[in-house]
Each structure stands twice: as C-alpha cells, then as structure tokens.
C-alpha cells in the first residue's frame, strides 16, 4: 500500500499561483510515477502531470505546460506542482496518484486507470 497526502490547494485569484505538494510513504519502493490529476464537478478527471520517481523524466499536459510545473523531492518523497497564472478554468480538486512498477517497459502515462493508489486530494479555486 501507498499513502498519497496532499497539500496547498486554497482560494487564489486570477492571475496568482499555488504550490500543491504530495508527500507519499508506504511501499514507495515499487513507485514507477507520481502524477497529478484534477476533476472539476461535473467532469471527468483529468491528467495535469506526472514524473518518474526517479526525476529523470517528466510530462505535463500539452494545455498547461506554459504553467504548470512538476517537481520531485527524493529526500522527502515527495512531488510538487508549481501553478502559475491560475485561471478560473483550473477551478477543481487536485489528485495525487502513483503508479507502480510493473513487467516489462514503463513509460509515463496520462491515464488515470493506470495509476494504482490516489490521495483524497486538495481543492484548487481560482476567483475571476
């Protein structure tokens, strides 16, 4: 088992930024990836970026790369997601989510069904 916590999320304005942090613990030994996700109410969850636990790769949602950034912290087993000018769109629950290492070739992946363990996630509003 793996234990996602998030944190960060809050009510930002238009135009500012929030910092998100997921700390992971447990059996992170099997990790191949963290990952963000959000879901707005109403629709369905969506991949904003993940990395490999080793940092060495990355990969962020065509939509959000000229904001968003993904980090990973190894020495405290954790992943950051820098959002700068936040929009009003981008309104919606934050999900940390990891996934495992399994046979054969791995490579990141935006889908949701592949990730194996999810946080309760943290709420993101951005005011107009």
């Known amino acids: 088992q793996v234990q996602l916590e998030e944190s960060g999320g809050g009510l930002v304005q238009a135009g500012g930024s929030l910092r998100l942090s997921c700390v992971a613990s447990g059996r992170t030994r099997r990790t191949y990836a963290l990952a963000w996700f959000r879901q707005a109410p109403g629709q369905e969850r969506e991949f904003v970026a993940a990395?490999?636990?080793?940092?060495?790769?990355?990969d962020v949602a065509a939509s959000l790369k000229d904001r968003f950034t993904i980090s990973r912290d190894l020495a405290n087993n954790s992943v950051s997601l820098q959002m700068n000018n936040l929009k009003p769109e981008d309104t919606a629950v934050y999900y940390c989510?990891?996934?495992?290492?399994?046979?054969?070739?791995?490579?990141?992946?935006?889908?949701?069904?592949?990730?194996?363990?999810w946080g309760h996630g943290t709420q993101v509003t951005v005011s107009s």
């Open positions: 989510a990891d996934d495992q290492l399994r046979p054969g070739a791995q490579t990141i992946t935006q889908r949701a069904q592949d990730y194996d363990y």
């Open positions: 990395i490999a636990y080793s940092g060495y790769t990355s």
